[in-house]
């Protein structure tokens, strides 16, 4: 994610979930709150292809997609491309805070609490955490 530059205000972003229903909901959800989504896919192997098409600036990836594992998306897409990776589960933030740490996603949403704010909150979070201080100017 070095050197990575983002619309904070207006991320394009790419769903990777392997429900159809929650794909769809996700999608008028965000694009209802000003993020436009380019695309939905359902596997791994989407998810990768989609990415390196469309460039977009976050990508929010369920931690179970089916057979595959959505951990493993993640460090894939972060090793890959410039994205911010979001992880997003039906699962309690509690249950997977250890993994989710442990990978390179910037931060975790409840799939209960996805929202424009949720996912713009997490950017800014990760733009402050790794920009440089300025140092202090002099008088």
């Known amino acids: 994610m070095e050197g990575m530059v983002l619309q904070h205000d207006r991320p394009r972003c790419l769903i990777v979930d392997d429900s159809p229903c929650f794909l769809d909901t996700a999608r008028r959800l965000l694009e209802q709150q000003g993020i436009p989504v380019v695309g939905t896919v359902s596997n791994t192997a989407d998810a ?14 369920d931690v179970e997609l089916g057979a595959e594992c959505g951990f493993d998306l993640a460090q894939r897409l972060d090793e890959s491309f410039a994205a911010a ?6 699962h ?12 390179p996603a910037v931060g975790f949403v409840s799939k209960t609490e996805l929202s424009s704010d949720a ?10 955490r790794v920009a440089p201080v300025s140092e202090p100017r002099e008088r």
């Open 85 to 90: 990776v979001i992880l997003i589960s039906t």
């Open 119 to 128: 996912i713009r909150d997490l950017l800014r979070s990760e733009r402050d």
């Open 48 to 61: 990768v292809r989609t990415a390196a098409e469309l460039q977009p600036d976050v990508i929010l990836v």
């Open 92 to 103: 309690a933030e509690q249950d997977l805070a250890d993994l989710v740490s442990g990978s």
